[in-house]
């Protein structure tokens, strides 16, 4: 924050991501209840304290109604957070389709989704110029609450557009990007036919973060290799306008985790499991039911574990919690059914009369919950074939203690 020129409490940050912290449900015309939504760009935030900050982004329905956006408007001023309103259409074109379908895949090395390429080329333009509308929807929402010496700090591969809509507005706004996904090698990059558009905006920024130097990297050389610009230790240059980009690896706040190991409801969790899985190992993994997570790879080899150690079947679980994530995309729903498949077929082959050795839940945990297991599993798999970062794993061991169980960690995942 200081080298975005934040210090402390007399400015405000105004963080600005596609979803808000919160999941909203509609109870009534004007009545809505509140839930905090897991993913890793939430968990990543909560460790933010010390800063005015508000939330601005989409709160994941669509309300068309006016009563509708007032009463949820109202209901979001609690929790500092500020809705912009999506409709079906560009929800559908912007983020299922250019954020989901397009970038996500290109940023993990996934390419460019190969099914049908002819109808993907054919919906790419009106996908970005969707995606450009809505970073410019988000734009305008920050301007109605911006305030000079806010600063503005933009999340992920969804606002790529979003610093450029917003220098326009105003040169002076002072403005951060950061992207909690991988930034592929410039190989990959340039394959998408909106690259140098997208960097353009992504340098009108003041600073651009990455997890790691390696994707600073990938990113400095995507802008002297396709824009043509210098890059300097700092960052780019750009007729003598300097975009300072560098690595900013994210963590967790460790104690929040710890501490929540001593409330009543994560010891009373604690004293279940343990007396569920007695005589057992539990191998644990917490993912969003993402393709890059490999979930499917994951129960495979664990399979493969108990056809090579028959001894095993019976004593050791797979706990596989997995939360289920953008279900209106066919390929996440395609993951899904893959893996049930896989889960029932495996269960199937090594179940006993009285256990089965994957518990498989699609579903978020509470946080106590969450914790509980981190704390009495013996092994936490995180198999992602491609990951920003990875909050799991930091969980992981915040929560073991001094009980030191086994983080089985994919040699793909950036903490190595
Ligand atoms: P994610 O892909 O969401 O984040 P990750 O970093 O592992 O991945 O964070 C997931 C978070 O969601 C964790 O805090 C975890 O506790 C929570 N979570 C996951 N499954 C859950 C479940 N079933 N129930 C409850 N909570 C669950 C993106 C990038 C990552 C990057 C983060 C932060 O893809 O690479 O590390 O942002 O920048």
Redesign the pocket.
């Known amino acids: 924050f200081r080298r975005l020129g934040l210090r402390g409490m007399k400015q405000r940050l105004l963080v600005v991501a596609n979803r808000l912290p919160v999941s909203a449900n509609r109870r009534g015309e004007d009545q809505w209840s509140l839930e905090i939504s ?4 939430v ?2 935030l909560l460790g933010v304290k010390d800063v005015d900050a508000k939330w601005i982004g989409w709160a994941g329905v669509n309300v068309p109604d006016e009563v509708g956006q007032q009463a949820l408007t109202n209901a979001l001023a609690e929790k500092r957070c500020i809705p912009v309103f999506l409709d079906e259409e560009i929800v559908h074109q912007y983020y299922n389709g250019y954020c989901n379908n397009i970038l996500w895949p290109l940023f993990h090395y996934l390419g460019l989704p190969q099914e049908d390429r002819l109808a993907t080329t054919r919906n790419f333009e009106s996908q970005f110029d969707a995606y450009k509308r809505a970073n410019q929807m988000f734009a305008d929402v920050v301007y109605q609450h911006y305030q000079e010496g806010d600063v503005i700090w933009c999340h992920d591969y969804h606002l790529m557009f979003l610093p450029r809509c917003l220098k326009e507005h105003d040169i002076n706004m002072k403005v951060g990007w950061f992207l ?2 991988p930034f592929p090698s410039s190989e990959i990059y340039r394959t998408l036919p909106s690259r140098s558009e997208l960097l353009r905006s992504v340098l009108c920024a003041d600073l651009v973060g990455f ?1 790691t130097y390696d994707y600073a990297r990938h990113f400095v050389s995507a802008c002297t290799r396709i824009l043509g610009l210098e890059g300097t230790p700092e960052g780019v240059e750009d007729q003598g306008k300097l975009t300072r980009v560098a690595a900013f690896p ?1 963590g967790i706040d460790s104690d929040r985790f710890k501490r929540a190991l001593d409330i009543d409801a994560a010891k009373r969790h604690v004293n279940e499991l343990k007396q569920r899985f007695a005589g057992r190992k539990v191998m644990l993994g ?3 039911l ?1 393709m890059i997570k490999g979930i499917p790879q994951k129960i495979l080899a664990f399979e493969k574990f108990l056809e090579e150690n028959p001894e095993w079947i019976d004593k050791v679980v797979l706990l596989q ?3 289920p994530t953008r279900t209106d995309v066919p390929e996440y729903q395609k993951l899904t059914s893959q893996v049930h498949e896989i889960v029932g077929r495996i269960n199937g082959r090594f179940g006993t009369l009285s256990a089965v050795p994957i518990h498989h839940l699609d ?3 509470d946080f106590h919950a ?1 914790c509980a297991l981190y704390a009495v599993t013996d092994v936490a798999l995180v198999t992602s074939l491609r ?6 794993s930091y ?1 992981y061991v915040a929560c073991q203690g001094s009980k030191k169980g086994v983080l089985i960690l994919s040699e793909v995942s950036d903490q190595l």
Request: charged letters at 20%; zero cysteines.
């Open positions: 897991a993913g890793g760009l968990s990543a909690h996904t997890h994210i917490v993912d969003r993402d919690i997995a939360v579903r978020s945990l969450l990951d920003g970062m990875n909050l799991v969980e």
